[in-house]
C-alpha cells in the first residue's frame, strides 16, 4: 500500500482471511475522522484492482465505500477505539463491503428524496449501485453493509 498523506497513517490493515487472489477479504482500521475517507477509498481500489473484479465494480465499490465511511464519521460514533473498521471481501467477481462504527441514535436509511438539499444522498446512492444492502446493529455498534456486482432487480450490468 502507498503511504498515506502527509500527517496521515495508513489504514491499519488485518491479515487477508484467504490466500487466493480472486476470493479474499480485507479489513481496515482507520481514525473516525472525514481524511480517513480517502485512505480507505485508496486501499480499498488498491487491492480490488489486483483481483478478478470489473472495472465497472471497482468504481461502484469506491463510490459506496467513500459513501459509507462519510454517512459513519457524520453521522455515527466511533467503535470504542476510537476507529472505524472497513472490511471487504471478494467471491467470483462480486464485491461485499461493510463499514462498523459505534452506532447512532437512528438506524441508518436512505433519506426522502429532495432537489436542494446539499446533503443526504448517500444512502440512495449506495441502494441505486448496490444489488444488496443493509444495516445490522449490535450492542457495540451499527454495521452498514453492500454488496456489488451481483444480479439486480434493479437494473442491468
Given at each position: 500500500?502507498?503511504?498515506?498523506?502527509?500527517?496521515?497513517?495508513?489504514?491499519?490493515?488485518?491479515?487477508p482471511s484467504s490466500g487466493r487472489l480472486r476470493d479474499s477479504s480485507r479489513t481496515v482500521r482507520v481514525p473516525w475522522r472525514a481524511t480517513s475517507v480517502a485512505l480507505v477509498r485508496k486501499a480499498l481500489?488498491?487491492?480490488l484492482?489486483?483481483?478478478?473484479?470489473?472495472?465497472?465494480?471497482?468504481?461502484?465499490?469506491?463510490?459506496?465505500?467513500?459513501?459509507?465511511?462519510?454517512?459513519s464519521i457524520r453521522h455515527a460514533r466511533p467503535l470504542a477505539?476510537?476507529?472505524?473498521?472497513?472490511?471487504?471481501?471478494?467471491?467470483a467477481g462480486v464485491v461485499e463491503v461493510e463499514v462498523t462504527?459505534?452506532?447512532?441514535?437512528?438506524?441508518?436509511?436512505?433519506?426522502?428524496?429532495?432537489?436542494?438539499?446539499?446533503?443526504?444522498?448517500?444512502?440512495?446512492?449506495?441502494?441505486?449501485l448496490a444489488?444488496?444492502?443493509?444495516?445490522?446493529?449490535?450492542?457495540?455498534?451499527s454495521t452498514v453493509w453492500a454488496s456489488l456486482g451481483g444480479p439486480s432487480r434493479r437494473r442491468s450490468h
Open positions: 500500500m502507498a503511504a498515506a498523506p502527509l500527517g496521515e497513517r495508513s489504514p491499519r490493515s488485518e491479515p481500489v488498491d487491492d484492482e489486483v483481483r478478478e473484479v470489473s472495472a465497472a465494480v471497482v468504481d461502484e465499490a469506491e463510490i459506496v465505500v467513500s459513501e459509507l465511511v462519510s454517512n477505539d476510537g476507529n472505524l473498521r472497513v472490511h471487504w471481501k471478494v467471491k462504527d459505534g452506532g447512532s441514535e437512528s438506524t441508518p436509511r436512505p433519506a426522502p428524496r429532495t432537489i436542494w438539499a446539499p446533503s443526504g444522498r448517500g444512502l440512495r446512492i449506495v441502494r441505486s444489488h444488496e444492502w443493509g444495516v445490522t446493529e449490535d450492542r457495540s455498534g
